[in-house]
């Protein structure tokens, strides 16, 4: 990762994501094609709903027939936590105008949120539009070849997890937890270490109350909550 | 509804949801600063996310009880890490993740 927040950096930057994309969109796919869907629906989620989690969540409540504004509903907690990362990414944008905010915000995925969150430590805290919407361009197009890919795959493959294919989101949650930490020169390391404990237990505790699509919402909510505290009282 | 109808709303309404969670926080910070306070409390931000999003794949929920652990993922994540820190590379870590849980699962 560099300092320059150019189309060739971002597109350098984005193309190990890509994988990531391509691991979980193929999943997905096959996923949706398995369920009983049509190609044309399966790549309708991704082209629409964009939001791997969301989809899937859908994709569930689809085959088992809930209803609408049940689907909807999940689909709203399931994506809360993207509000918090919108939130967090427009203060980086706020010298672009509206309307590439409102295309940044579009687009934004937990990678994409991840990935501008690992460069602001190597541009002194500094986003841009250029930047972000290759990224997000990028991943945006790889999420609807993979799911093209996988709806079309799904056909053939009976057994994705053979490959391992549905542990490429964990791999890149770890992979992007680690070069956060790593990257940040603002928060104390210890802390941040800490803090990442914390959320582990939180995720853990709360898991046996809460249904699991609020569990992370509530654990950043508080995770955070609880930072803030031990940096204040301790660093 | 016939049953192409029922999927096509649902999905649209779902698009519509994630549209507006992703696009109203850019179109009110536009207006509005964000407090001191909140500023450093997104700065925790990253880190809480991912550090739930991997921790709530390795744990398997039972409500009312204590959650299981999908071992599988616990093993995978261990080499997985150790990827991270000798590479730091995404692209490195992503693929030994799943080399590592395609491998544990042939044993």
Known sequence: MDGYLTKKSAFKEALPTIFGYIGISIAFGIIGKASGFSIIEVSLMSLIIYAGSVQLTTLNMLVAGSPIVSIVLAAFLVNSRVILMSTTVAGYLKQENLKRNILIGTFLTDESFALGMNKINYTNGKLNFTWFNTVNIISYLTWQAGTLLGAILGGFITDPKKLGLDFAIVAMFIGLLYLQVLGDKNLNKVLQIIVVLISFALTYLLTIVLPANLVVIVVTLIGCSLGMVLKHVFF | ?107
């Open chain 2, 1 to 107: 509804m016939s049953s192409s109808k029922y999927i096509l709303i649902t999905i649209v309404l779902c698009g519509v949801t994630t549209l507006l969670s992703r696009v109203i926080p850019f179109v009110l910070l536009k207006k509005f600063s964000l407090p001191p306070k909140l500023v450093e409390f997104f700065s925790f931000v990253p880190i809480v996310i991912m550090a739930a999003l991997w921790f709530s794949n390795l744990i398997i929920a039972r409500p009312g009880h204590l959650p299981e652990f999908n071992w599988q993922y616990v093993l995978a994540s261990l080499p997985t890490f150790v990827a991270a820190v000798i590479s730091k590379s995404l692209l490195v870590i992503v693929i030994l993740g799943m080399i590592s849980l395609a491998v544990l699962r042939l044993i």
